[in-house]
Structure formats: C-alpha cells, structure tokens
C-alpha cells in the first residue's frame, strides 16, 4: 500500500493486471462506514473516480420543496408498487399507507420527516390506531411502517431525500398470535354440520372444501383457484398452480402461488380422490340443469352460479355460521384448517421437510417457526423412541 492522499485513502498497484487501485474509507449520509476500490490504468484516474464517488455521496439531492410525503407515497404506489408485486400485495401496501400514513403525513414535506415523530405516531398507532381508537396489531403496525419504509428508499435513490429516517425508528415486537386448531373430532363434526347447511348447493360444496383442505394444507386462495385440470385421479394428487385473490375494484383475480415453493404438487389420500370424483360427477349434473347460467370456468369450487367463490361472502355467510353452529372457538378461520393439517402431521411424527413440502412453504425455518409449539410433543416422541431402541 503506497502512501495516503489527505487522510482519504492510498493506492496499490496491481503488477499482474497492470492497474492501479485506490482504495478509501467512507461514511454516508446515514453514518453508515465502508471501504471502496477504484481500478483505472492510472494513479491519476484511479484517484478521479475515487473523488468523484465522494462527490457524489456528500452532494445534496435533489429535493423537490413542494414534495410532500402524500404525493410521493401515491406515486410510489403506482409507479414502483404497482408493477411489482401481486395485486393483493398492492392492495395491502396501498391500504395500510393510506389508513395509517396519509392521515397524519400527507401535507408535510417529505424533507420534514423526521424519526422522533414517526416513532411517537407508530406507538400511536400501537395504542389507538384503529377509527374506533382501539389499538392495531404489533403485525399491521410492522407491515405499515415496513411499506413506508420501502416508499422512502425509493425515494433515497432518487436523490429526493438524503437518508431514510424510517429506518431510524424501532419496529414494535411481533406478538404472535396462538395458533387454533382442530380436533380430529371437532374436523368431524364441522364436516357433518356442513352436510345439514339449508342451502341445497352450499350443503355439498361446503363439507367437500373442507375436507381436502384438512387433508391437504393448502391456503384458502389455493383451494378456491383449483380447477379440474390440476387434479390427478390416476396418480392421486393435485396440482397447486394459481392462486385466486378478490382485489377491491377488480373482483376475483387468478394470480401466482405466494412463492416458488407453493407451486407444487400435493398427494392425496385415497377417500379425497374418491370423494372428488363422486363431487365432480355431481357438479357436472348441476351445471347442466343450470345450463348457461353455469359458468364454471373449469373450477373445483364455485359459487352457486359457477363464479369463483369471495372469501368474505363465504366467511360470513357460510363458514363462520357455522363454526358457532359446532360450538367452535370463534378466533378459529379457515386458515386454521390449514394449521390444523400440519400440526396433525407433526404429532403423527411426520419429517418437517415432508410438512414444509406440502404447506409449500419457502423454507423449513418457515414450517418449524410457524409450528414451534409442536416441538415439545416432537421432543417427547424422540425420547420414547430412543427409549425403544435401548432398552
């Protein structure tokens, strides 16, 4: 290393490659310290580009006066949002901003944000964040301050502020909600129950929809965006190929899975596979004695007129009547068949890889994250085995 320049950095010379390298230590504008190399044929311009980074790491942006945080967080929304991410991703960046940002942010100038008022606003929101001024979940306030924080990079990288104070601010704890879940009397139950619906389609619909998800784990878009097409009879699975979302001003949206590992494909026992076939044989006849008034598209599930299903029509009116039919906890959703699914598995001692594989999780620390409170009974399950082994 040849001698420092003012304290900034020295040089080095690469004899093999036949360049010069200058290499200086740096802070940003956040105070965050680094070291950086620059390569050039000469000392000279090994130097230039060095000064020239400095330059332009210490030069003031671009900031617009009238700027203000509303009219960058819709234009974040729709220019960088929007074109990136599913539609119900969209929908919840779009709706947490608005509800919890706008309101108290939209006038002031987006260079006036300042940490110490962003954290009193997010306890705030901890406190008294709904419109009836109860308190919101550690989970929305994360998610909010989280799409905010996204919104100012962006707005970092365009030169319109110098730092992202957001990032300055501490999220509050996640408190993680207790996971409800199923007996395997109460899944029988709640399946009789369905059966007995004063509905004469929603009485075969519903007992079916929750039956192979029970038994399949899937997510509650993935069951209602299955269609005939992903399901084989011959070798017994189905196919997780889309997902379907209702996206306020849109209505039913066919989208991808939630990640790459939720494409996937899923066994299925042999009572699922004959259960949909007699189900398949009974809506084709339905279907024809509606005639055109059927439109189907090819779906598993449907409403009463063959349109993809709503999930707030169907909670509503359907699911959740009867869960208070069945005496059933009333914080239990439709997800929690879903966790119902998995932790069934893990106390039957199923690999956590074979449980992740079929939730579609995106990694194994996803699946035991999610289903820690398995884990003590997983413990017992090895301790029994070794005691078989070595006594």
Excluded at 258 to 274: A, F, Q
Excluded at 380 to 385: F, L
């Amino acid at each position: 290393m040849g001698k420092r320049n003012s304290g900034e950095g020295g040089f080095f010379h690469d004899v093999k490659r036949g360049i010069w390298i200058y290499q200086l230590r740096y802070t940003d504008a956040e105070g965050n310290h680094g070291r950086k190399k620059f390569a050039a044929k000469t000392k000279r311009e090994a130097m230039q580009k060095g000064k020239d980074f400095i330059e332009a790491l210490n030069q003031k942006p671009n900031d617009d006066e009238k700027l203000t945080v509303g009219n960058w967080i819709m234009n974040w929304l729709e220019n960088y949002a929007k074109p990136n991410v599913r539609p119900r991703t969209y929908e919840k960046y779009s709706s947490c901003l608005k509800a919890y940002i706008l309101p108290r942010y939209e006038n002031v100038l987006l260079g006036d944000l300042n940490a110490a008022d962003l954290q009193k606003h997010f306890n705030h929101l901890l406190e008294s964040g709904r419109a009836d001024g109860t308190s919101l979940s550690t989970s929305t306030v994360r998610g909010t301050r989280r799409y905010l924080s996204m919104c100012i990079d962006e707005a970092v990288k365009s030169r319109l502020v110098s730092s992202n104070v957001v990032r300055l601010t501490k999220a509050p704890k996640l408190a993680k909600k207790e996971i409800v879940i199923l007996s395997k009397s109460e899944i029988a139950q709640l399946i009789e129950a369905a059966k007995k619906i004063d509905h004469a389609f929603m009485s075969v619909v519903m007992p079916e929809i929750i039956s192979l998800t029970v038994h399949t784990g899937m997510r509650q878009g993935e069951v209602f965006g299955l269609k005939w097409e992903d399901v084989d009879f011959e070798k017994s699975c189905l196919f997780i190929r889309r997902s379907l979302a209702h996206i306020i001003g849109k209505g039913a949206v066919f989208q991808a899975p939630k990640t790459k590992n939720s494409i996937r494909r899923v066994l299925l026992m042999p009572e699922d596979v004959e259960n949909l076939k007699t189900y398949k044989e009974w809506q084709k006849n339905y279907s024809d004695d509606l005639g055109n008034l059927f439109t189907g598209h090819n779906l598993v599930f449907t409403s009463p007129f063959g349109e993809p299903i709503s999930p707030t029509n169907f909670s509503r009116r359907y699911f959740k009547p009867l869960l208070k039919k069945c005496n059933i906890n009333s914080d239990f959703t439709f997800h929690g068949l879903r966790h119902t699914h998995a932790t069934l598995l893990f106390q039957q001692g199923v690999n956590p890889k074979i449980v992740q594989e079929r939730l579609g999780h995106s990694s194994i620390k996803v699946t035991m994250d999610t289903y820690s409170y398995v884990l003590p009974d997983m413990q017992r399950q090895a301790v029994e085995a070794l005691q078989g082994i070595f006594q």
